[in-house]
């Protein structure tokens, strides 16, 4: 029974591994039949893509050999089609006449093609037919459409529109297409006629098609009659002095029988007889070098280059997006809906077409290549950039030419190129060129609109930006006043100072929100910075119980100075609790919740003074003016407070060395004389420029001319207007309350109380607390108001004195002892 047993296990085991033996081949046999299946699929794919793909090949061929047929078909007919013409009549029956024996390489059927194209089509314009195909298949294969719709005009209006123009030297020029039309008008509008108007409509449309002006056209056929004119009178004046100089050598053998020398300096031309090209200087009698001659005579074969950067041009053309930006996260007494000004209030001043010409260009760069010639100076190369109002022309000098000989010439170019305002800059900084700026014939302006509309300034990602004109190079020069920190700026009068000033005014009304920034305006004319008196509930910043929004009294210009170096100390002491170093740090932590305003914290705008005629303040109040403005200068950069002045006598006793050393970004619109120039920035430079907002602006060592970008009266005012009526704040920012050097803060006159100065006190006596947060949350003002109210509480002895981030100690337990202390005379 057991041997039985453990046969039929193993009997069992044995059938076990049989049946697994065919499972596992039926899997194998399933994963063939499954790899079989995908190649197939895979074999089939192949094949349609290889279908696919021949069906392309073979249909851009066609497209190829179809156009390169053709083509060869339309040259051979000029060569055979007269022959074959009696058979070419029938049309395509042609063909299949076994009697039409053509000599054409393309047979029967390229002599039928080419008839029907050209004698029966368009002409000689039929030529444009293979340029189509040829079009089509290039677009295919660079798989762009657009490369072929972009070139219809080219091919297929020309196909239609020079046929009608060609009829009128013969039918078959023409075609049929140009004798049908021809036909049809001429009983109706005559040969005559017919001519002219064929021809305006091709001449119109190659114009439009190759962009050719009707101007540049006629001034280039101008140009080229005058230098024709002077090519005749020059070469008459050569002739002449040649005849003078063959006397004179005549006389010289027949009296000395010696060498040929010219004893006399010709007053314009001496040239060498056999050589034809001058060997005496006109100016000193010497003989000039071989180089030298060969550049003043084919002065124009020096390499001449022109770089006309585009400006915004193309920017004006398209309707700009108007200002946006994102407001982020602020208080909710910050919040306002305030939207930023269009761009259409301001205007446009540029003036088509008031370019330099290439004449203009030219005739300078000859003028001088022939004052330095003169002085045996060499050039290899001059480039000329072209700005809005002067074109820089950079030299490129032959080795071992001395840069001080052509910074010396300086008054001779200017002589030679009759103008004003040549400037020598030997040689420009990080290239190896020396530069000579020559200004315009044609001055163009540039508006304020183009420059806040490009690109540059849209993208600029600096805090404060201010744009302020165009280069030399045209492009648009936007800085950062918190990098500068403070900007100084100088001129004389009438040279663009004042439209400067609101030019970076209103580059920054068009970038920053109301809480980001506040101006503080002083005005001793009284008239320059009135029309921003329409900001007072925006943009403005003043003193306490200050009914002008703009600062003209001197008196009250001192308490303003004062005032602002009290709000710097007060800013370093919270940016000293915040632990941070300036304002950007310290307004995101405000931002994002780190900083508790129940401790007297708040969001800190930038704060931009703003002082016109620096002079006339100087001239008046002297050192009271002079020692706050050189502290704010010195140390409010990081606490956000930034200066800008302005002043017409740029002398040593208006700007001093405290104030200079603190403006290391300075302004310069034209002066008198050397001596301002460097006083404003320490070379010379500024007393050579045009006038009319031209102006060099340094920063550092670094020194650049730039067009002043133009803003006028009526633009402010519309930009004013706007503002004013955009939500504001309830009053201005106010500053704290001035105290002065040399009084004492206890003395507080009644009048000049805070007339919620009872409110105030009677809150602080009844929580026993002195606290700014607190006057904040129950009269429902903002921190500098209540911390201007403390102040005056502080100096009626009502509370102690501050004690770092404590509340103050309240110096009295009744409200009574407060009607004592307001009734008493001190």
């Known amino acids: 029974m057991a041997e039985q047993k453990k046969n039929k296990i193993v009997e069992n085991k044995k059938t076990t591994k049989k049946t697994i033996k065919k499972s596992s081949e039926g899997k194998t046999t399933k994963k063939e039949t499954n790899k079989s299946i995908n190649k197939k699929s895979t074999n089939e794919d192949k094949s349609s893509i290889n279908i696919g793909n021949i069906i392309y090949w073979f249909f851009i061929s066609l497209i190829l050999l179809s156009a390169i047929y053709i083509f060869l078909s339309i040259i051979f007919y000029f060569f055979y089609g007269t022959a074959d013409e009696p058979f070419l009549v029938n049309g395509f029956s042609a063909v299949n006449n076994e009697s039409f024996n053509t000599a054409n390489p393309l047979g029967r059927l390229g002599a039928c093609l080419g008839y029907l194209l050209v004698k029966q089509g368009f002409g000689i314009t039929a030529i444009l037919i293979p340029v189509w195909l040829f079009l089509l298949f290039y677009s295919i294969i660079k798989k762009n459409v657009s490369i072929f719709l972009k070139y219809q005009v080219y091919t297929l209006v020309p196909l239609i529109l020079v046929p009608l123009f060609l009829t009128l030297f013969g039918d078959v020029a023409g075609g049929l297409w140009g004798a049908t039309v021809k036909n049809l008008l001429t009983p109706y509008i005559g040969k005559t006629f017919f001519a002219i108007l064929v021809i305006i409509i091709n001449v119109v449309f190659f114009f439009w098609l190759f962009k050719v002006s009707y101007k540049e056209l006629f001034s280039n056929f101008k140009s080229l009659v005058k230098n024709k004119s002077q090519k005749t009178q020059l070469s008459r004046d050569k002739n002449l002095n040649k005849e003078i100089l063959l006397d004179k050598v005549d006389t010289n053998i027949e009296e000395n029988k010696q060498n040929i020398i010219i004893d006399e300096p010709q007053p314009h031309y001496a040239w060498d007889i056999e050589n034809d090209k001058e060997i005496i200087n006109k100016e000193n009698n010497t003989p000039i070098n071989d180089e030298v001659l060969q550049d003043n005579k084919a002065k124009n074969d020096i390499e001449f280059t022109i770089e006309t950067i585009e400006d915004t041009k193309n920017e004006i053309e398209t309707p700009n997006a108007e200002p946006t930006k994102q407001q982020e996260f602020v208080p909710e007494i910050y919040n306002l809906d305030y939207q930023l000004p269009p761009y259409d209030l301001l205007k446009y001043y540029e003036i088509p077409n008031n370019?330099?010409?290439?004449?203009e260009l030219e005739a300078n760069k000859n003028k001088i290549v022939e004052t330095l010639a003169q002085y045996q100076i060499q050039i290899?190369?001059?480039?000329?950039?072209?700005?809005?109002?002067?074109?820089?022309?950079?030299?490129?000098?032959?080795?071992?030419?001395?840069?001080?000989?052509?910074?010396?010439?300086?008054?001779?170019?200017?002589?030679?190129?009759?103008?004003?305002?040549?400037?020598?800059?030997?040689?420009?900084?990080?290239?190896?060129?020396?530069?000579?700026?020559?200004?315009?014939?044609?001055?163009?302006?540039?508006?304020?609109?183009?420059?806040?509309e490009s690109e540059k300034f849209k993208n600029f990602q600096g805090e404060l930006p201010i744009v302020i004109g165009k280069t030399i190079s045209n492009d648009v020069y936007v800085a950062d006043l918190t990098k500068m920190p403070h900007l100084l700026i100088a001129g004389a009068t009438g040279q663009g100072k004042s439209v400067g000033i609101n030019t970076i005014i209103a580059s920054l009304l068009y970038k920053k929100l109301p809480h980001e920034i506040k101006f503080i305006f002083i005005d001793p004319k009284k008239v320059e910075l009135s029309p921003y008196a329409k900001l007072e509930n925006h943009y403005l910043a003043k003193i306490p119980n200050e009914t002008e929004p703009i600062v003209t009294d001197v008196d009250k210009v001192v308490k303003t100075l004062y005032s602002l170096t009290m709000l710097m100390d007060t800013r370093y002491d919270f940016l000293k609790q915040a632990g941070v170093k300036n304002i950007v740090e310290y307004n995101k932590k405000y931002l994002a919740g780190m900083l508790d305003p129940e401790e007297g914290h708040e969001f800190m705008p930038y704060i931009v003074l703003v002082i016109d005629e620096f002079a006339d303040l100087i001239m008046t109040a002297g050192k009271e003016v002079e020692l706050p403005v050189a502290r704010i200068a010195q140390l409010a950069r990081a606490v956000g407070i930034h200066v800008i002045i302005a002043t017409q006598r740029p002398s040593v006793d208006v700007i001093t060395?405290?104030?200079?050393?603190?403006?290391?970004?300075?302004?310069?619109?034209?002066?008198?004389?050397?001596?301002?120039?460097?006083?404003?920035?320490?070379?010379?430079?500024?007393?050579?420029?045009?006038?009319r907002g031209d102006m060099l602006f340094a920063v550092g060592s670094e020194l650049t001319r730039i067009q002043c970008a133009f803003i006028d009266t009526p633009e402010i005012d519309a930009l004013m207007e706007y503002i004013s009526q955009q939500p504001g704040f309830p009053e201005a920012y106010i500053l704290p309350e001035p105290i002065m050097e040399g009084t004492n803060p206890q003395i507080v006159e009644i009048q000049a109380l805070d007339p919620l100065i009872m409110d105030a006190a009677a809150i602080?006596?009844?929580?026993?607390?002195?606290?700014?947060?607190?006057?904040?949350?129950?009269?429902q003002i903002g921190h500098n108001r209540a911390g201007r109210l403390m102040d005056q509480l502080e100096a009626l002895n009502i509370v102690g004195p501050q004690i770092g981030s404590k509340p103050r100690d309240v110096l009295i337990s009744d409200i009574s002892q407060l009607e004592q202390i307001l009734n008493s005379p001190n």
């Open 657 to 691: 060395g405290k104030i200079k050393a603190n403006f290391p970004a300075r302004i310069a619109f034209r002066v008198s004389s050397k001596v301002d120039s460097r006083t404003i920035l320490d070379v010379n430079g500024a007393e050579q420029l045009i006038g």
């Open 380 to 452: 290899s190369k001059i480039n000329a950039t072209v700005g809005p109002t002067v074109t820089l022309y950079e030299i490129v000098p032959a080795p071992g030419v001395r840069i001080s000989k052509i910074r010396n010439l300086e008054d001779d170019i200017a002589l030679s190129l009759a103008a004003y305002g040549i400037r020598i800059i030997a040689p420009i900084p990080g290239k190896g060129t020396i530069g000579i700026e020559v200004p315009n014939s044609n001055k163009e302006t540039v508006s304020i609109r183009t420059v806040l």
């Open 355 to 359: 370019r330099v010409t290439k004449e």
């Open 764 to 779: 602080i006596i009844s929580a026993q607390q002195g606290s700014i947060s607190l006057l904040q949350r129950k009269l």
